[in-house]
């Protein structure tokens, strides 16, 4: 199966993919100029998440 997401402006705009049986997330882990207490801890949360992916043999990093 092939996937491509297409990004403008900072945006997911589409998803392109070879196959109907995909499911797409997309951990943004940009931080905003200014965060609060509890976007921080959804930030740190999402960069956890992408480190356990990478170390899982379940998950591979196809770029």
């Given at each position: 199966m092939k996937v491509v997401i297409v990004?403008?402006?900072g945006m997911v705009q589409q998803v392109f993919s070879?196959?109907?049986d995909v499911?797409?997330?997309v951990?943004?882990?940009d931080?905003?100029?200014f965060v609060t207490e509890?976007?921080?801890y959804d930030f740190d949360t999402k960069e956890k998440q992408v480190k356990e992916?990478?170390?899982s043999p379940d998950w591979i990093?196809?770029?």
């Open positions: 990004v403008k402006g070879t196959s109907s499911s797409v997330e951990l943004d882990l931080y905003p100029e509890e976007e921080r992916m990478e170390q990093s196809i770029w």
